[in-house]
């Protein structure tokens, strides 16, 4: 039995479709930061006006409202590669050209001209990871969902250290020129791996008009079994885990007393590598156990684990209290994450995967997009400590519903939707 699973791990693991899954993931995640933290460091670094800086700031809409042209990637075959490589592609030559013109761009002399090609080119980065999502549902057999949310969130995230963290010590040292060029370049290297990757086998027909590209696919689930409940079920699991973590940063530095760099150390890096390893830890339970039972073990640790930033709140600062309530959380965070994500995958049907992909990630992002005013408002008013515990109250209606939906939601394991 257990060589047979180890099997089963190592098959799922080591394959095309895992490392193609890699370097699409790393070529998703590279572009979000140089349209908006690390553009908001290079903008700190001239007299650009703070208002200005401050407008950058919604250059990142694109992202939250990506389902709406996600159609068009349905609907509209490119006449190369395919209908989901060749989406990718055309949005990867329009990510280098934009990344390009930016290096050469003097923010100082063109700010607004800079300001409209980072909206494009967050509009062409959404558009890149609709493609790219699409792609991943599309290709990836019921055995590969596990371990290809692991990939995706492990090299999404390495991504998005490259063009953040390490993007800004290239700058200090090279020039904004160099650093901007260099991400480009990284960008261009990704697109080798779309020529060489397999374009997804799809027997469904596409849709034969937008219409039919948004109305379809929205009846078609909404008319599955528990459709709506499964919709329910995808804005609720991670909102007890996005409100507990919501304003950390907060916390730590404000009410724990931890300087910026303790935070960045032990809060951002250490909270990366736990993120990657359980993801991993997470895949592998889904190829062994399905989609079930992880989700309502890891649902479980994600909401015990809000217990521990509770009792932290009460015990007051501590580093070795800090390190493993963050190592903890993070871990069963990304175990989570890799099997919600499975689950997303699962849920999809290959005529409408662009879409209803993007919709579902939208959903689920309600919570850690809009989670912040009102977490503020009740720390104000109960504080921390109680916070922290009506966090873990939250998760328990979600648990509720996993357990109603429990033959549903393992039965897309096994099966496409």
Not at 250 to 260: A, H, V
Request: net charge neutral; aromatic share 14%.
């Amino acid at each position: 039995m257990f060589s047979n699973r180890y099997r089963k791990i190592i098959d799922s693991l080591a394959n095309r479709n895992m490392a193609m899954i890699l370097f699409v993931s790393f070529a998703s995640g590279l572009p979000l930061a140089l349209s908006g933290s690390t553009l908001q460091a290079w903008l700190a670094t001239t007299d650009v006006d703070i208002q200005t800086v401050a407008f950058f700031s919604l250059i990142g809409l694109p992202y939250t409202f990506k389902f709406i042209w996600a159609p068009i990637m349905d609907r509209f075959i490119p006449p190369f590669m395919g209908r989901r490589r060749g989406w990718i592609l055309i949005t990867q030559v329009g990510l280098v050209l934009i990344i390009l013109q930016m290096a050469f761009t003097d923010p100082e002399q063109h700010i607004y001209f800079l300001g409209m090609l980072a909206l494009a080119l967050a509009f062409m980065s959404a558009s890149q990871d609709i493609a790219i999502d699409a792609y991943r549902a599309d290709l990836l057999k019921p055995e590969e969902r596990g371990f290809g949310a692991a990939v995706t969130t492990s090299s999404y995230r390495i991504a998005m250290l490259v063009s953040g963290g390490l993007a800004w010590i290239l700058a200090d040292n090279l020039g904004w020129q160099f650093t901007y060029c260099l991400m480009a370049a990284l960008l261009g290297i990704c697109m080798v791996s779309t020529f060489w990757g397999p374009e997804p086998v799809v027997n469904e027909k596409p849709p034969v008009s937008l219409q039919d590209a948004v109305v379809k696919p929205l009846k078609e689930f909404l008319f599955r079994k528990h459709g709506l409940w499964l919709l329910v079920f995808i804005i609720i699991y991670k909102f007890a885990d996005a409100s507990a973590i919501a304003l950390n940063s907060l916390f730590f530095i404000r009410e724990q007393g931890f300087t910026l760099t303790e935070t960045g150390v032990l809060y951002k890096w250490l909270g990366i590598t736990a993120t990657v390893i359980g993801a991993f830890i997470g895949g592998g339970f889904v190829v062994t156990h399905g989609l079930y039972k992880p989700l309502l073990w890891f649902g479980i640790l994600q909401a015990v684990t809000n217990l521990g930033y509770m009792g932290l709140s009460i015990i007051g600062k501590s580093y070795a209290g800090m390190i493993t309530i963050v190592a903890m959380d993070q871990l069963v965070g990304g175990m989570g994450t890799a099997v919600f994500m499975g689950l997303m995958i699962a849920l999809c049907d290959h005529r409408f995967t662009a879409f209803q992909f993007a919709l579902l990630s939208a959903l689920s992002a309600i919570a850690r997009v809009f989670i912040g005013p009102p977490a503020g408002f009740l720390i104000e008013t109960v504080g921390w400590t109680w916070f922290f515990f009506i966090t873990f109250l939250v998760a328990i209606p979600s648990l509720i519903l996993l357990v109603y939906l429990r033959d549903t939601v393992d039965s897309y394991h096994k099966s496409s939707a």
